[in-house]
């Protein structure tokens, strides 16, 4: 906390299966008071599967809460809190894709929504993609596609991914390897 801004007070509001809601009670220097929501993450990892021709995996998923498919990289939660970002990349990029890798390389971490949620996500590059099978959640149906990077910063900047995490990580990607 900072001498501006102190919580005193928290309560749990909704326990879900991968978050749980808090409404905050606030107190700042002025005297003034606030109730903030807070949600809690255990956080997550992603990763940027490059093929040998230089073409990027993604997957392609139905996301209730934009209730259509969307374009990502594979990601997943991480399964307890604590858990390696790199170990949780590797299982969302062979459960996903249907692929597996020795070398994966942090990239960036990031927080999608610091105003109300602490979620981390840790993203990385996985290169020498080595041909496995698909391990799918029972809920899970994800198709999967190679994009060369042109096409996936085309559907960036037109409006069709509009995935925070993957526009991050396909930018970067391109800033650190490819420039």
Known sequence: ????????????????????????????????????????H???????????????LMVSQYRNALERMTLEIPAGKLDQ??????????????????????ELEWLLSLRTTVAFCNEKIEIFVARNLIPSCQHLDEDEFVDVKAY??????????????????????ILAYESRYVR
């Open 42 to 56: 255990d956080g997550a990892a992603a990763v940027v599967p490059v093929m040998e021709d230089g073409r990027i």
């Open 81 to 102: 809190p604590g858990e390696p970002g790199i170990e949780c990349a590797r299982r969302e990029l062979e459960e996903e894709t249907g692929y597996r890798s020795e």
């Open 1 to 40: 906390m900072s001498d501006e801004v102190k919580r005193v007070g928290r309560e749990l509001v909704y326990q879900g299966t991968i978050l749980e809601v808090y409404k905050d009670h606030m107190e700042f220097s002025n005297g003034n008071t606030a109730k903030w929501d807070f949600i809690r």
């Open 148 to 169: 060369t990077l042109e096409e996936l910063k085309e559907m960036i900047f037109s409006g069709k991914i509009e995935d925070s995490k993957t526009i991050a990580a």
